[in-house]
Structure formats: structure tokens, C-alpha cells
């Protein structure tokens, strides 16, 4: 009887625990959402202090990366911005925490796919954290392969503009590319990937992206109906190949589409 009450007593504090989170994590992204910065480093000051950023690395690769090579307007506002040909570079919180999820991950040699990169932000964010995690460039790891694929040629033709802008270097190295295709496909030809990144509602679990995911990988996409419940949700990749399912967040993305639809 008394084990019976010690147990509901663990269970109510856990569940007492669970709530005080998401209340911090609502007020965190509640806070982040109204943010705008006078600066690029200015706006990830303000997305760290709020709990948004919760590592050096990841807050050095988004200061080193200045949103206004990438958004052409109000790029310091915590809120997606048009880019053209229908499409918006979504929010710094959401790519913070794209970062977040996907650190561990990002190491030199690694693998990386970005499935709509749109302009070319988060891939650039992708290069210089795993720069950051070696040597002081990346021609020691040959293996390094960051890929960010766009079905629009206009926008593939625009974030290599915006990364030239930003450093010539990146594409120079060969290391970082950007290619026109179907995301929803993945890009086989750099397969398997340690990390994926999904930019756009995916109406279900990804399949031929989880098949280019390699063991002990990691894939974070929103998945759900356009206009429905949508959730970021995370797939990890064991070293047996078998995949578990977790969902991080609800969220708000347009739909993962190819030119014809």
C-alpha cells in the first residue's frame, strides 16, 4: 500500500516536472517569436538568453553566419521572411533549434543534408559548426559533405549568390554544395547522411529519406496535412538500423512539393 502511494507520489512530481518545461519552453518561444535584433549577433543574444540557444557552438555558428546575406527582408526579426518564388526562410528560433537537435551530429566527416534549403542559411550554419568542430578548415576531412537540395532553380541559383556573399570559400572547398532536385527523394549520391534536415511539411513519415539516413543518424521534419496538425518530429537511426520516432514540438511549415504541384 505504501509502495502504491511512493509510486503515484513519483508519478504527480514527474508529471508536475513535465509541465513546468512546457511552460518554460511556451514562454521561451513566445519570447523569441516577438524578438528583432539591431544586429545579426544582437538577435542570437536574445535567442540564447531566452533558452533558445542552449550551446556556445551553435550560438557561434549563427553569429558567424549573418542572416542578411540570406534574407533580403527584416532579417534580424525572429519570424519566417519571404525570399521569392513562394517560399520563406523560416524563423532563427526554428533553425536554432534545428541546430540544437542535430549538434551531436554535425562532426567532421560527417554527412548532411539540408531538403530545402531555400537560401542557404541553415547549410551555411551546417558548414561553420562543423568547421568550428575540427581543424581551422575543412580540408583535413575530405569526407565532409554538406548538401543543401532546392527544387526551384531560381532559389539554387540565388543561395549560392547569398553563400558567395557570405564567404566564397564554402563552395570554393567543395565541401558544401547545392543542387536542384526533388528533397523528398533525399540525394542518393551522398548517401548515407549522418544528419538530415527537412525544411517543409512532409504529409507522412519520410520513408526514402530514413532509408538515406545512416546507422546512427539522426532526421528532424515536420510531418503533417498542410493547414492540419503539423509536428517536428525527430527519427533516430540505431547502429542495428532500427529507427524510433520522438515528437519535439508542434509546428507550422508549408508543404514539402516539387515544381509540378
Not at 149 to 154: D, N, S
Amino acid at each position: 500500500m505504501i509502495s502504491n502511494k511512493k509510486n503515484k507520489l513519483q508519478g504527480v512530481k514527474l508529471f508536475v516536472v513535465e509541465i513546468i518545461k512546457l511552460g518554460l519552453f511556451v514562454r521561451a518561444f513566445s519570447m523569441a517569436w516577438r524578438s528583432v535584433g539591431a544586429s545579426n549577433e544582437d538577435l542570437i543574444r536574445q535567442l540564447k538568453e531566452y533558452g533558445v540557444i542552449g550551446s556556445d557552438a551553435v550560438a557561434k555558428a549563427m553569429i558567424d553566419t549573418d542572416r542578411k546575406h540570406y534574407s533580403p527582408r527584416n532579417p534580424y526579426m525572429d519570424a519566417p521572411q519571404p525570399i521569392g518564388g513562394g517560399v520563406t526562410i523560416s524563423a532563427p528560433h526554428m533553425h536554432a533549434f534545428a541546430l540544437e537537435y542535430l549538434r551531436d551530429h554535425l562532426k567532421p566527416g560527417a554527412h548532411v543534408l539540408d531538403v530545402g534549403s531555400g537560401s542557404g542559411y541553415l547549410t551555411a550554419c551546417f558548414y561553420r559548426y562543423i568547421k568550428s568542430m575540427g581543424a581551422s578548415d575543412l580540408t583535413p576531412h575530405a569526407d565532409t559533405c554538406i548538401v543543401g537540395i532546392e527544387h526551384q532553380a531560381a532559389l539554387v541559383q540565388m543561395s549560392k549568390a547569398n553563400l558567395n556573399s557570405d564567404d566564397r570559400s564554402m563552395l570554393d572547398s567543395g565541401t558544401l554544395k547545392i543542387v536542384q532536385g526533388d528533397g523528398r527523394k533525399g540525394y542518393p549520391a551522398h548517401a548515407p547522411y549522418n544528419a538530415i534536415h527537412v525544411g517543409a511539411a512532409a504529409p507522412d513519415t519520410p520513408t526514402e529519406l530514413l532509408n538515406q539516413l545512416a546507422n546512427g543518424g539522426r532526421l528532424i521534419v515536420p510531418v503533417g496535412p498542410e493547414g492540419g496538425s503539423q509536428y517536428m518530429q525527430q527519427y533516430d537511426k540505431d547502429k542495428n538500423g532500427k529507427v524510433e520516432m520522438k515528437r519535439l514540438m508542434g509546428v507550422m511549415y508549408v508543404p514539402l512539393t516539387d515544381l509540378r504541384s
